[in-house]
């Protein structure tokens, strides 16, 4: 199955789920798309921690696309994103609306034979593995370490059967940079595929982090089930990472349960949530997630909040 140039120009505007056309002339495409999400949330903590309850500003970014055709079978693509919502890359922060961050800037080629090749700040291919249903109380969700860069080359083929990615940081902070690989295949409902992901003496405490995670989804009618087994290794330290999760939707409800298993501290994690799509563009959600330890004893965590697309 081959791809169209348009078709493809829709892979490389990002995640958003709405998006609004500011321009489209002579094949030249400029979309604006953006997001805003708060959530009223009790993180799952140690029990005794005595965290208090409190609204976050989850998400928040405003993000361009463009797309110029060059000819029949070339297109340049760019985009340029903020996040507005002062948050780490665990959606932490302390949501000052003065103090934001440009986390995507790229540029590069798209062909509807060869895929798209970018250059430049942007998310690398494992930002996209895990298959949890849940929005905060997955406790113990697949963690490879840093998955953005401001010196990302990345490649990504999708023909709709096959797909296929790679990416790599040349961060000069960094010294050994970071390289990931995602190859997986479509049929039917069903969604295989494997991601592959390492680093050498990344960030300020300069570890060294090798892993993978293989991910089967399938979806019939109104049920969507997935799975996963992962593993992750930590200087010299690895753990295996079990993973299940449903969701079953009727009408504008979406009901979803999901279930993790880390084995490093032999921690049970479970979570429940029911969203609600006021419209296509917004939708509201409420979730609770339990935890157990081997060595820790958790409190419950809820959260309830607000996503609003355009």
Same mark, same amino acid.
């Given at each position: 199955?081959?791809?169209?140039?348009?078709?493809?120009?829709?892979?490389?505007?990002?995640?958003?789920?709405?998006?609004?056309?500011?321009?489209?002339?002579?094949?030249?495409?400029?979309?604006?798309?953006?997001?805003?999400?708060?959530?009223?949330?009790?993180?799952?903590?140690?029990?005794?921690?005595?965290?208090?309850?409190?609204?976050?500003?989850?998400?928040?970014?405003?993000?361009?696309?463009?797309?110029?055709?060059?000819?029949?079978?070339?297109?340049?693509?760019?985009?340029?994103?903020?996040? *507005?919502?002062?948050? +780490? %890359? @665990?959606?932490?922060?302390?949501?000052?609306? +003065?103090?934001?961050?440009?986390?995507?800037?790229?540029?590069?080629?798209?062909?509807?034979?060869?895929?798209?090749?970018?250059?430049?700040?942007?998310?690398?291919?494992?930002?996209?593995?895990?298959?949890? @249903?849940?929005?905060?109380? /997955?406790?113990?969700?697949?963690?490879?370490?840093?998955?953005? /860069?401001?010196?990302?080359? @990345?490649?990504?083929?999708? !023909?709709?059967?096959?797909?296929?990615?790679?990416?790599?940081?040349?961060?000069? %902070?960094?010294?050994?940079?970071?390289? +990931?690989?995602? *190859?997986?295949?479509?049929?039917?409902?069903? +969604?295989?595929?494997?991601?592959?992901?390492?680093? %050498? %003496?990344?960030?300020?405490?300069?570890?060294?982090?090798?892993?993978?995670?293989?991910?089967?989804?399938?979806?019939?009618?109104?049920?969507? *089930?997935?799975?996963?087994?992962? !593993?992750?290794?930590?200087?010299?330290?690895?753990?295996?990472?079990?993973?299940?999760?449903?969701?079953?939707?009727?009408?504008?409800?979406?009901?979803?349960?999901?279930?993790?298993?880390?084995?490093?501290?032999?921690? !049970?994690?479970?979570?429940?949530?029911?969203?609600?799509?006021?419209?296509?563009?917004?939708?509201?959600?409420?979730?609770?997630?339990?935890?157990?330890?081997? !060595?820790?004893?958790?409190? *419950?965590?809820?959260?309830?909040?607000?996503?609003?697309?355009?």
């Amino acid at each position: 199955m081959k791809k169209t140039l348009i078709a493809l120009s829709v892979l490389a505007a990002g995640s958003a789920n709405a998006s609004v056309n500011l321009l489209d002339q002579d094949g030249v495409i400029v979309d604006l798309s953006g997001s805003a999400e708060v959530q009223f949330i009790q993180d799952i903590a140690a029990k005794g921690s005595d965290e208090d309850p409190t609204i976050r500003l989850d998400d928040g970014d405003i993000t361009l696309n463009t797309t110029i055709p060059v000819n029949n079978n070339l297109n340049v693509v760019a985009g340029l994103s903020f996040d *507005l919502s002062n948050t +780490d %890359d @665990k959606g932490r922060g302390n949501g000052k609306p +003065d103090d934001f961050f440009n986390d995507e800037l790229y540029a590069g080629f798209q062909g509807a034979d060869f895929g798209t090749l970018t250059f430049g700040r942007q998310f690398l291919i494992s930002d996209d593995a895990g298959i949890g @249903k849940d929005y905060e109380m /997955g406790l113990e969700q697949l963690d490879l370490g840093k998955t953005q /860069g401001s010196e990302v080359v @990345k490649y990504v083929y999708d !023909n709709g059967q096959f797909y296929f990615g790679a990416s790599h940081d040349i961060n000069k %902070d960094d010294n050994g940079g970071i390289t +990931d690989a995602r *190859l997986g295949a479509r049929f039917a409902g069903l +969604d295989v595929r494997g991601y592959y992901y390492t680093s %050498d %003496d990344v960030g300020a405490v300069g570890n060294e982090v090798d892993g993978y995670n293989i991910e089967a989804e399938y979806v019939f009618g109104a049920v969507a *089930l997935a799975a996963s087994f992962g !593993n992750v290794e930590v200087n010299n330290a690895d753990s295996d990472l079990i993973e299940a999760a449903g969701s079953y939707t009727m009408g504008k409800n979406t009901f979803a349960l999901g279930y993790v298993y880390a084995e490093a501290d032999e921690t !049970n994690n479970v979570y429940a949530n029911v969203t609600h799509q006021l419209h296509s563009n917004v939708k509201l959600y409420a979730e609770l997630g339990w935890a157990d330890g081997d !060595n820790t004893d958790y409190d *419950l965590g809820y959260v309830a909040g607000m996503e609003v697309l355009f």
